[in-house]
C-alpha cells in the first residue's frame, strides 16, 4: 500500500470518497440500550447514577447523527464498516484479559450483540465482532482497510475516551488519516467528552457530523442539501 500524504492538507485533508471509510465502534444493543446486559448486571442505584443517565441523553442525541452520517456515507460511495462487542465463543475465553476483568462477554449471536436499529447494517457491509478495547488488536480490521485501498478513516460511537480514543490512536500509527466525528461519540460525562477530544486533537482533525456529511456531499457534486440535516446535530458533546 503506498504512502497517502496529502502535503497541502496534512491531517485537516477534507474526505476522499474513494479512499475513505466510516467506522461505527460499539453502537450496539449492549451498552446503548436501557435493556442491555452492561445495565441489567448493575444495582438499580447504579443504573440511575449519573454517568448512566448522562451516557443513555448522549445516545439519544446521538441517535440521528449515526442514521444521517451512515446515509451520507453510502450516497457518496463511501464505505461503511462497524465494530461490536463480541466474543467468538459462547463462553467467552477468547476475550482479551481486560474484557475478562471488565466483565464484558456478548455471546455470539446474542440480541446485545446486534447493532442499534438507527444504523443497521446493509447486506454487504463489513461487521467485526471485537473482544479488546481498541478494534485493531483483536479483529482483521486493518488487513481489510488496505485490501479495500482505504487511507482515511472517520470514527464515531462508544466510548468515546476509551474505544473510540483507542481507535483513534492505532489507526494514526498504522498510517491512516484520521477524521473523529466529535458530536457522533458518547462518554460518561461532558468533562470525560472535553478531555478525550482534546487528547487527541493532535492525532486526527475533528469535524461535526454535519461538516463531515457536507464534505462528502461537495465531493459528490452536491448530491445532499444542508437543508435536510437532522436539528440533533446543534447539540454540544
Not at 474505544?163 to 461519540?185: F, I, K, N, P, Q
Not at 477530544?197 to 469535524?207: F, K, N, T
Request: charged share 15%.
Amino acid at each position: 500500500m503506498a504512502y497517502y500524504w496529502p502535503q497541502a492538507e496534512g491531517r485537516q485533508a477534507a474526505l476522499d470518497p474513494a479512499a475513505a471509510a466510516l467506522l461505527f465502534i460499539d453502537v450496539q444493543n449492549y451498552n446503548c440500550s436501557r435493556q442491555g446486559a452492561i445495565y441489567r448486571s448493575l444495582a438499580p442505584k447504579q443504573q440511575q447514577s449519573e454517568d448512566v443517565r448522562h451516557f443513555m441523553q448522549r445516545v439519544e442525541q446521538c441517535t440521528p447523527l449515526w442514521a444521517s452520517l451512515q446515509q451520507a456515507c453510502r450516497a457518496a460511495g463511501v464505505e461503511v464498516l462497524y465494530t461490536v462487542i463480541q466474543s467468538l465463543t459462547a463462553d467467552g475465553r477468547d476475550r482479551s484479559l481486560d474484557y475478562k476483568l471488565s466483565g464484558f462477554h456478548v455471546p455470539p449471536g446474542s440480541w446485545d450483540a446486534q447493532m442499534l436499529g438507527c444504523i443497521q447494517p446493509g447486506p454487504d457491509e463489513i461487521v467485526l465482532p471485537k473482544t479488546s478495547s481498541s478494534v485493531f488488536q483483536s479483529t482483521s480490521l486493518h488487513y481489510l482497510l488496505r485490501n479495500l485501498g482505504v487511507r482515511q478513516l472517520a470514527l464515531c460511537g462508544c466510548v468515546t475516551d476509551q474505544c473510540v480514543e483507542h481507535a483513534v490512536r492505532d489507526a494514526c500509527d498504522l498510517g491512516y488519516l484520521v477524521t473523529l466525528v466529535t458530536d457522533a461519540c458518547a462518554t460518561y460525562s461532558p468533562q470525560r467528552q472535553a478531555a478525550s477530544l482534546a487528547a487527541v486533537a493532535g492525532y486526527c482533525r475533528q469535524r461535526t457530523a454535519a461538516e463531515v456529511a457536507a464534505e462528502l456531499a461537495e465531493a459528490a457534486g452536491g448530491a445532499r442539501g444542508a437543508g435536510s440535516w437532522p436539528a440533533a446535530a446543534s447539540v454540544s458533546p
